[in-house]
């Protein structure tokens, strides 16, 4: 079983923006999970990370997460600066860095609708691919949660689709950790991520936020094609995810530019 985790225990002081750091809001953010074996994802990530497994049910688990949310008042958090909004959806699987022992993500890479993709993907050689994404969603009003959630975005990397319902019943549920504060902290509080650059060397660059208030919803549907065409997470696989999370909005910093490793 997962160690227990207390959020208060991972929260940092916002390090001061400096230079082209960016600060955005993130609306519709949701995290949706699979845990599949262990074995899914050998060779994916250098030798330096370990996966950070979890024991469900006997077997030892991987768990990889979808992140689709809309970019807001995306804008340099220094400087005056026009604000950009753009659907994003990003790939990634928690593992441990074994040269410091955070505990951080390991990026698939990333779909982004908007014209300013030159930047990350020919500028950082991140691996950040063009997609057109379009949400539909409707909040209640008076409960605060989801009547619809519907994400899809057309691209030749990582087509998607995925619909969510949240309902007053939905509760938290997280096989392999010892209570849901320690399953948020492993889900939702990763501030370091790493990555195969476009040119192969490795990457790494840094977010900061609060913690997350995020609620627990339901799959309604899903095809995550990206997932199914590595071999990580079958279509078939993919309508039983191991959780669903979701956020209406919150607000993240992320620091750049993004570190060459090597």
Known sequence: MQESRK????????PKPQGIDVLCRLKHFSIITYAVPSSRFKGIFPE??????????GQEMGLISVVPFIDVDFTSAVFPFPKFTMGQTN???YI???ET???CVWFLGTTLDSLTLVVPRYLWNLPWHSGKVKFDCAINEFSGLYDKYHMQTASRWAEATVSLI???TDRFNFPGFPDAESALVYLTHPLAGFY???DGKLGTYRVW???LEVRPAQLESANFKLLSKLGIVEESEQTSPYSVLIEPINEFTIYLPPTVIG
Not at 48 to 57: G, M, S, T, Y
Request: aromatic share 12%.
């Open 7 to 14: 959020i208060k225990d991972y929260l940092i002081e916002r």
């Open 48 to 57: 330096r990370f370990q996966l950070d497994a979890v024991e469900i049910d």
């Open 91 to 93: 790939y990634r699987i």
């Open 96 to 98: 441990i860095d074994t």
């Open 101 to 103: 022992g955070e505990r």
């Open 166 to 168: 949240q309902s007053e």
């Open 196 to 198: 195969y650059r476009r």
């Open 209 to 211: 936020h609060k913690a």
